[in-house]
């Protein structure tokens, strides 16, 4: 009886699941048809393509296909982990990524923050014109620069040649990569990384800084003790989402930027995919690897969420 019960119960909540759905989509029909093209998009081009992630534990062939491929467990896994490449790899792609995070991510609320304090309208508009200009400029671009710049015969070694200072190849030494590396992407997209934090300051209530006028707080102490409270919810989320990058580098600048002579600093996993997956063709293995990466990624943003959650009441979900 108990169960006959229940039975009804499940029926009773599913039918009355499907007439909120009924009823919602009739209220917001045209909302759903909007998003369509959106869901349609991540399906196809998101969700789809994770069906090819078994070839990670198969021998692929493209004239076998995905499915008659034998399968090799987690053979390209071991080939990775055990390969000669792989400490240096996993130590430049998060020293790279430590090094944004360290320099690169505050750069960008330092800049909002100072932004904030301008009180000139004109003048603001156009140091924030400068600022956002970099991002519109392409990494091809931008790397074709930087080669041109720091060669021997290029602007910085002139520069320096007038204090008497011997010329430096810049990006054939290892020592260098890591430094121009981040640096020129703070220069590229500090601009571009304030717009979230501006807008998050423009939602501060003013009254906040009346009563801290009030009480006789500066500019400093407003900064301190009402912008930054007040933005701390967009960082925390940004900060987290960043966690989750630390093992992916975008690929494009480095493949531009490095050569032979700073493997040893410029190399990473993007990049070592690049190489064995579409030099030479190892698709199984490189599949292996990227597979790698979004699970260690997946983890650290789920870490970084759990540790903030214990620290504060800002979180992602």
Do not use: C
């Amino acid at each position: 009886m108990m169960q006959h019960t229940g039975e009804i119960q499940v029926t009773k909540r599913n039918a009355t699941i499907l007439q909120t759905i009924r009823t919602d989509w009739k209220r917001h029909w045209a909302i759903y048809v909007m998003a369509l093209p959106v869901i349609s998009y991540y399906l196809i081009f998101h969700y789809g393509p994770m069906y090819g992630l078994q070839i990670a534990f198969k021998e692929f062939s493209p004239a076998k296909g995905i499915i008659g491929s034998p399968w090799v467990g987690f053979k390209h896994f071991d080939s990775f982990f055990n390969g000669i490449y792989f400490w240096r790899l996993i130590k430049n792609t998060i020293l790279l990524n430590l090094y944004d995070l360290l320099f690169g991510f505050p750069a960008a609320i330092i800049l909002a923050l100072l932004l904030n304090e301008i009180r000139s309208g004109r003048f603001k508009r156009v140091v924030q014109s400068i600022s956002y200009l970099p991002h519109f400029v392409s990494i091809v671009v931008v790397a074709g620069l930087m080669v041109d710049f720091l060669s021997r015969s290029g602007l910085i070694n002139q520069i320096i040649g007038i204090f008497g200072i011997e010329s430096i190849d810049f990006l054939k030494e290892e020592g260098w990569f890591r430094f121009l590396f981040v640096s020129s992407g703070i220069w590229q997209g500090i601009g571009w990384g304030s717009i979230v934090y501006l807008a998050a300051i423009a939602t501060i209530d003013p009254t906040l800084y009346e009563a801290g006028r009030i009480d006789g707080a500066n500019r400093w102490k407003q900064t301190l003790h009402i912008t930054i409270p007040g933005i701390m919810p967009t960082i925390v989320i940004l900060f987290i989402l960043q966690m989750g990058n630390m093992l992916s580098v975008g690929s494009e600048k480095v493949l531009l930027l490095y050569n032979p002579l700073t493997y040893g600093t410029a190399d990473v996993i993007s990049t070592y995919v690049y190489r064995k997956g579409v030099l030479e063709a190892s698709y199984s293995f490189t599949a292996a690897v990227g597979l790698f990466n979004s699970v260690i990624s997946f983890i650290l943003i789920v870490a970084a969420n759990s540790f903030v959650k214990r620290i504060s009441e800002n979180k992602l979900w």
